[in-house]
Nanobody, 118 residues
């Protein structure tokens, strides 16, 4: 398996929460920082959050800061995105991938759809 596999998306009302998961190969997880990106319909893919290899450093887009929390469990080759206080503008397909510096390197998985109703 090369591409990461995202899961945990769904339909939620505004103000609700979701927890996304990203499973990647052990080789990827033991080597790279990772990040979450999202793409809303008709828009370009945008950065959401990133986390260093050790998990000790995180960074967020201003639009999600204080609402979303990124984390990783290297023993499980899994990264998470806890999303609280969701708003309709968070509606998008969410993807995880390798991040080096501020650059997303791919590979890209199928993504997981998050839909927030008002």
């Amino acid at each position: 398996q090369v591409q990461p596999v995202e899961s945990g998306g769904g339909l939620v009302q505004a103000g609700g929460s979701l927890r996304l998961s990203c499973v990647a190969s052990g080789r990827i997880f033991s080597t790279y920082g990772m990040g979450w990106f999202r793409q809303a319909a008709g828009k370009e893919r945008e950065f959401v959050a990133r986390i260093s290899l050790s998990g000790g450093t995180t960074d967020y887009a201003d639009s999600v800061k204080g609402r979303f929390t990124i984390s990783r469990d290297n023993a499980k080759n899994t990264m998470y995105l806890q999303m609280n206080s969701l708003q309709p503008e968070d509606t998008a397909v969410y993807y995880c991938t390798i991040v080096v510096g501020s650059t997303a390197l791919g590979p890209w998985g199928q993504g997981t759809q998050v839909t927030v109703s008002s």
